[in-house]
């Protein structure tokens, strides 16, 4: 828990940063990312059934929700560590830029993968096709070449 918690008085054993807004904030993100987590895992088991329309629901159902579960995980520690190096202002800086920076690169890698598959939007599927090709080319094995020779 970020800030430990108060070992007297009248609130022994509650967070000693209860009233400070980023740790609230950062139990918001925690709480929905923990939920979210969950859901995906009961998704993805569903997906185990061997049904292909119980497979394609779950994992459209999954997708959403993991981009949902990585973006606050992220939110969450970003909150959670500059609500403890708040006191030091570089450092809370180098935090929030570096939380920020990771939560960009989770959303742009992950939202072609989200929209290429779940929306029901034909404008939003063209756009999301092209950065979803360049993340299929980016993830192929430069092997493959080698193995024709």
Known sequence: MPGGY??????EGMATFLTKYMF??????DTIAMYSAILVAVCLIWAQLGDLNLVHTA???????LAIALTTLSLAFMTGVYAVVINLHWLAYVVLILGILSIFTVLVVFTPLVFETTSRFRIVRYITYYPFCMEVLASQSHNDD????
Do not use: C, K, Y
């Open 24 to 29: 609230q904030a950062f139990v918001i993100f």
């Open 6 to 11: 108060n070992n007297s008085g009248p609130h």
């Open 59 to 65: 994992l459209r159902f999954a997708l959403p929700l």
């Open 146 to 149: 080698q193995e024709e020779d």
